[in-house]
């Protein structure tokens, strides 16, 4: 496993710049990581005005839909399954994979998930912060 950090993610955003076309505008949605604000990103990021960052709010992971897609694999099938192999591991993953897929309809959208202001401040409160 490597560890992300600024070099890597000034790595990475230099080699989406030489192999994407250069007339397209890209638009990424990276974790609030820090590795994605130290000062070698910053500076490399105005020099490329078509890489456009989004970041997701800050202890908001219901907005990042792979940790959602992660969660719902290990709720509803990594915690309940036993698997005597790594093979077994990986059609159990395929599986519930392509299932999920198959009962998404046709056309669907991903609900809008908008926290309310009393939904914040409630949150808030139970973990001992000021608004």
Do not use: Y
Not at 15 to 27: C, F, G, N
């Amino acid at each position: 496993m490597h560890r992300v950090t600024g070099q890597r993610s000034k790595k990475f955003l230099t080699k989406l710049d030489t192999e994407a076309p250069a007339d397209l505008q890209v638009h990424l949605i990276p974790d609030n990581c820090a590795t994605h604000r130290t000062p070698s990103v910053k500076r490399w990021l105005p020099a490329h005005s078509r890489f456009h960052l989004h970041f997701t709010p800050t202890r908001a992971p219901w907005l990042n839909l792979v940790e959602r897609w992660f969660a719902g694999l290990a709720q509803k099938k990594l915690k309940r399954g036993v698997h005597r192999s790594v093979q077994a591991l990986e059609r159990d993953i395929r599986a519930w994979s392509s299932a999920a897929s198959d009962r998404r309809p046709t056309g669907a959208h991903l609900p809008m998930l908008t926290p309310t202001t009393d939904n914040t401040l409630r949150g808030r409160a139970r973990r001992g912060r000021s608004t």
